[in-house]
Each structure stands twice: as C-alpha cells, then as structure tokens.
C-alpha cells in the first residue's frame, strides 16, 4: 500500500496505484496463477502415468521372472540354506554385512549351480528392460531386515551377494508380507547410499502356501524426473504467452466498462462534498451521470441519485432527532437520581442504634433498574427487611419497582405480618396489572431485642446467613409465588434466629448470574466463597468483597443484570445485660458436687423454677459424665464450664468445652423408647433425654476443643 493519498501523489504515481494498473495486475497474476494450478495438474497426472507405467513394467517383470525361476530351479532350498546361515550368524557378525568375512560363509552357496542359473536367468531380465535391478531376496521379520538371495546387478556400489542385507521400516515389511495379492505389489521407499526407489515385486510360496521369498524389481524414481522436462520447459512459455495476451485485452474491457464509470462517480463525489462544504445547495451530481452500464456500476450510480436526494430531507431531520435524543438522555439521568433516591442511601443508616448495623448497594444494568431493597423502622424495635427484583428491565421496570416499594412499605407499617405484607401487596397489584409484570420479593421484620427475623419470600434468591463465628451459609427456606403473579396467594411465614454477632445477606439474582465473556455464571458457590472471605469484617467491607470477586470474575464482559445487595449485622440490645461464670476442673466423676454447686446459686438468684433447675442440673451431670468417662480415655484432663444468664429473655446457656478425642453427641441416632427396656439398644438415652429437656443444644469442635451448648428459658 503506498504511503501517500491520492490526492499527495504525482500524476506518474496515480497512474501507478491506478485501478486501471492494479486490474493489469490481478489480471496478469491470476492468469500466472491459474497457469501455474494447470502446469502442477498436468505434471502430477504426467507423474502418475509414469509412474504407473514404470511400476506395471516392474511387477510384470517379477511376475514372467518368477514363472521362469520356478521352472528352472529349486529356490526353497536354496532360499533355505541362505536364510539358514543368515539366522545362525551372530548380530555382531551380522553387522559385518557386505564385507569379505562376512560374504565367506556364504562362498559355498554362491558357487552352486542353482545360484548361478537363478542368477543368470534374472541378468537376461535386467539386460532386456529399463529397470534399475531385479533380483530374488527375503523379507526377515525377525530382524527387520531385506535379506538377498540372488542379485544380477554388477554395477560398482549396488553389487549384492547371498546374504547381503540392509535394514526395512516395520511398514514395508507389513506391506509385502502381508499383501492381499490384489493390485500391484509395490512401495516407495529411499534405502541408504541409493536415490528414492520404486520396489515392485511377486511372493514366492512353497506347496503349503508360506511365502519364502520375493522376486523384486527396483525403479529409480530419478528417471521419471528425466522425463518431464521437456514438457515442463514448452509448458511454461505457452502459459506466459498467454497470460500478458489476456491480461491486455481483459484490462481495456474493463477500463471502458468499470474503471471510467467509477472515477466519473468519484468526480461527481467530490464536487458534491466540496459545494456541500461552501453552502451550495445544488443536489444534481449523481443526476447528471450518464452511466448505462447495465451492472452494479450502473446501479450504484442511481443509489447515490437517491442518496443525493434523500440527503437533504436526513439534514433537516438530523437537528430535530438530536435535540430530542439529549431531551430523552436528560429525562433518563433524572430518572437514574429519582430512583437512586427512592432508596436508602445514606449510610450509616441508623447511627442512633447500636443494636444493629446495616449496608446496602443497587447498581443497575440500564440507566434505571428494576431491583429494589429497602429497610425502614416499624416501631422502635421492630426493622423492615425488604429485597425485591421486578421482571424487565429500564424504565417500565424502574417504574413498577417504584409501585412495589411504596406497597410493600405502607403495608408494612399498618402491622401487618411478612405473609400478610405480601398478600396485601400481590391483591393490589393484581388488580390492575395489565402490562403481567411481576417482582419477587424477600420481605422480614427484625426484632431488634431478641434478634429473631419473622420473613415471607415470593419467589425470590435463599438469604445467607452467618451465626456469630461461624460462615455464611445459605439458608433454603419455602418460596411462595411471585408478586403480581396471581390473585389470592398465600404466603408462608418462617423465622430466623440471630445471634449477637450474627449477619444476614440478600441479594438478587444479578450476583450469581452475573456473566463473564465465556457465558459462565459467577454462581453462589463463588459468591459465598467471596462472602467468607472476612465474614467478621463489617456490613459495609462485605458486600465489597461480593462485588470485588464479580468484578474479577466478569472483567470486561458487559452486566446483564442488576446487582443489588444488602447486609445486615445483628448486635444485640447493649441494655440486656448479662451474668456469665466460668469453672475449670478436672474431667473426673468425683467433681460432679462442685459442678452442681457451681450451677445452682446463679440459677436461683436468676429466679429460677425448682423444675428448670433439676432438668438443668441432670442435663449437666450427663454431659460431664461422658466427657469424664470417654473424652480423654485412656487418660485424664480437664473440662471448662461456662454458665451464662441472659436477662431478657431469661435464659440460661450452659457451655461444656475439653479438649478430648473430637466426638459429636447428636449425630447419634435417638433411641426407640416405644421398644421394652430388654429390646433397646444400650446407650444414648442420657444425650436424648438433654435434648428433650433443653429448648436448644449446639456442638462445635473449634481450635481443637469440643464444645456443646445447653440453652434452657428459665
């Protein structure tokens, strides 16, 4: 490509870089080209006749030689003893081929009058045709080898005698050992000091069949090169001659049929460009061409006719469909902050309370989304929870999220229940829902005292929830139908209990689905990996994690969908207070007075029943007694009791932590109590009867301790 544009070059070189030239030239190479393609396609069929020519004179060669032999001499005895000498020499002696020490074990052989007839009968072959040599040897399959018998061939360098071997691919030793008898018998090959050969041949078979040898006929394939070159030298000027006569010829047809056309419609292109540039509204250049080509020429000349025309009414267009495309581009960045708005955004959200912690985020994939969170106070210990996905997505969808929210809200507020909340709002959108959107929606109320979440979901994403110290994990609670789905559904309600220190994340299908440039989803089990990356971390840190690992993992693919997130950290009310104690003993039966008198005055000072407290201290006894008996057998240690009393609610917790062999108590099966005493499996009826006298019981095994948690209500 030259460097210069057209309009920077001399005359001379528009003449060279012309379309005109350029046309010469394509023509002249293409003719070089389709000339070279039929030279290759001759000289290849011109090589394969020769060929065929070279190897059927072989192979009728060795068959009439092979007729003859046969009649003129015994050739499996004398093959035989041949290849008998040949299997008792050593290799190391074999590899001596072709030298006089080796040829002297087979003097005796090559003095034979068999030998000699044989040999002579195949030199009248060899004298009589155009072959490189014919001759009688063996295929050796034990040593890969191509053993000679009898070779008439004197020339200095090719003389080979009984015995006389050189080395052969497994592949030629298949072919001729296993030929089928069909065809011509025949392979290519380039044996060592000697030019590619073509080997064409006839087995040998004694009266059972067995081939004891081969009578073989060697080609040079340096004779078939000879033979072409005449032709190829006579080929070649006729293809030359021709290729500058169509080239001429063809380049002045298609100067007055393409090349003149198209340089009056750059013309007519470019005065049109410059009057356009000087405000000239003359719109009759592509009218005035008398192009009558009668092919695509010709019909490019009257597309850019209509193009002239219809230039002018674009223009006029141009300026009203701008300024209407900034009016829509501004009325949507209004809707972006309108909805921005619409959710809470301003963080911390709630920093008068200490019981909870909570962070949010909405990114949509459009201007403006349909995905929706929300949090709001009931009453002073009651939060809304709300996490919602509107179907579609844009300005319909930003438009029915706005809807739902305000529902979802207002119903909340009248002291409703989740399911309640969700019924209500699915009746009002059902009853004028046109369009058939729908919107999922994950909706709970937090007790902000006793961090129990009452919660509904209408067909949204499982929430994830982290107990204190522990991960997140998904939590599979029922789904009911989606929101605008169906009139008259019923919703299901479930509770969940968090722990001081615990979190609850929700999101929307967004993050799972979100997708990279190789069509894989981001998943939950990635999302949860993100989420346990700092589980401890604050509300805040988590869902940078969860974004961050989206980021990383979709890269530069584009979002297809919204990402809206939401996390919350459950406190605990800082006016409950608490009394806790702690005892450290040796895991021994005989401390069981110390442990109960250790559990005892804290029970009754908390004010509780007689009753709680017997079903407390058995409860107590069982545990420690197993760890005595069975936590540190054969040996001894110790066992650490914590004793907690919440306030409110009253309630007692009862940690049992040692250091023993790593054994989980309720992966037990429980008993059959309905069985007789005599029928019962021994054991495990102590574990049982604590589970069902305690309201909660809870296993850990952390920093190499088991630990299992009593929790009773006093």
């Known amino acids: 490509m030259p460097e210069k544009t057209v309009r920077e070059m001399t005359a001379m070189e528009r003449k060279h870089y012309s379309l005109e030239a350029r046309m010469f030239h394509a023509v002249e190479m293409a003719s070089a080209v389709l000339g070279l393609v039929a030279l290759l396609i001759g000289l290849g069929l011109y090589l394969y006749a020769l060929v065929g020519q070279y190897v059927g004179e072989a192979f009728g060669l060795s068959r009439s030689a092979s007729v003859i032999m046969e009649q003129m001499a015994d050739m499996e005895t004398l093959v035989g003893d041949v290849m008998t000498v040949y299997h008792d020499l050593s290799q190391e002696e074999r590899a001596g081929s072709r030298t006089e020490a080796y040829r002297a074990n087979y003097t005796e052989i090559s003095s034979r009058e068999d030998y000699l ?191 002239e025309r219809d230039l002018t009414e674009y223009e006029e267009n141009l300026t009203r469909i701008t300024a209407e495309k900034e009016r829509i581009g501004t009325e949507l960045a209004l809707a972006t902050r309108i909805q921005a708005d619409m959710l809470p955004n301003i963080f911390p959200a709630f920093p008068e309370r200490p019981d909870f912690d909570i962070y949010a985020s909405m990114d949509p994939a459009k201007e403006v989304g349909g995905d929706f969170y929300d949090f709001f106070l009931i009453d002073e210990k009651h ?32 002291g409703r229940s989740p399911a309640q909340v969700l019924q209500a ?51 599979k609670d029922k789904h009911g139908f989606v929101i605008g789905g169906m009139e008259g559904m019923r919703y299901k309600e479930y509770e969940l209990t968090l722990n001081k220190g615990a979190k609850l994340f929700l999101y929307t299908d967004g993050v799972p689905e979100a997708t990279n440039a190789q069509r894989e989803m981001f998943g939950i089990d990635r999302m949860l990996t993100a989420l346990n990356k700092a589980p401890g971390t604050s509300s805040e840190n988590i869902l940078r994690n969860v974004r961050e690992a989206v980021d990383d993992f979709v890269l ?54 007689m009753k709680t407290q017997m079903q407390i201290s058995m409860a107590a006894e069982e545990i420690f007694v197993n760890i005595a008996n069975y936590a540190y057998a054969p040996g001894k240690g110790i066992a650490t009791v914590r004793l907690t009393i919440s306030r409110d609610p009253a309630t007692a917790t009862i940690t049992f932590i040692d250091r023993g062999t790593p054994f989980n108590p309720l992966e037990n099966e429980d008993p059959d109590v309905t069985l007789p005493a005599e029928e019962r499996a021994i054991g495990g009826l102590g574990i049982f009867m604590t589970k069902k006298t305690m309201d909660e019981i809870h296993y850990a095994y952390k920093d190499g301790q088991n630990q299992l948690t009593l929790v009773k209500k006093l």
């Open 425 to 475: 709002v699915n009746d009002q959108i059902c009853a004028n829902n046109r369009e058939e959107m729908f919107v999922t929606v994950w909706f709970g109320i937090l007790d902000t005292e006793t961090g129990k979440i009452t919660a509904a979901n209408a067909g949204h994403e499982y929430p994830v929830l982290m107990q204190a110290g522990g991960q997140f994990e998904l939590v």
């Open 556 to 609: 530069s693919a584009e979002q297809f969908d919204d990402l809206t997130m939401l996390c919350l950290e459950f406190k605990g009310d800082a006016r409950i207070e608490e009394n806790c104690k702690e005892l450290t003993i040796p895991a021994e039966v005989e401390n069981l007075p110390e442990l109960t008198a250790f559990l005892e005055q804290p029970l009754e000072e908390a004010g509780c029943s």
């Open 117 to 307: 007839v044989l040999r002579t009968v195949l030199r009248e072959f060899l004298d009589s045709s155009d072959i490189n040599d014919i001759y009688l040897a063996v295929y050796d399959r034990e040593t890969s080898a191509l053993v000679y018998i009898v070779d008439p061939d004197e020339r200095e360098g090719h003389i080979c005698y009984p015995g006389d071997w050189e080395p052969v691919s497994e592949k030629e030793l298949d072919h001729f050992l296993l030929w089928d008898g069909t065809g011509k018998l025949h392979y290519f090959s380039k044996r060592d000091n000697f030019a590619w050969l073509c080997t064409a041949g006839i087995p040998l078979r004694n009266d059972a069949g067995e081939i004891i040898g081969f009578v073989l006929a060697d080609v040079s394939l340096a004779e078939v090169g000879n033979g072409i070159k005449s032709f190829l030298i006579q080929y070649a000027i006729g293809i030359a001659v021709t290729t500058v006569l169509i080239g001429y010829f063809l380049t002045r047809h298609m100067k007055k049929t393409l090349v003149q056309p198209i340089n009056e419609i750059a013309d007519a292109a470019h005065n049109y460009a410059q009057d356009k540039k000087n405000g000239n509204p003359r719109s009759d250049y592509f009218a005035r061409l008398n192009i009558r080509t009668g092919d695509e020429v010709e019909n490019l000349s009257l597309i850019l006719t209509d193009m």
């Open 383 to 414: 939060l809304g929870l709300v996490m919602a996905d509107v179907s579609g997505k844009g300005v319909p969808a930003a438009l029915f999220m706005m809807v739902s929210k305000i529902l979802v809200k207002n119903f909340a507020m009248t």
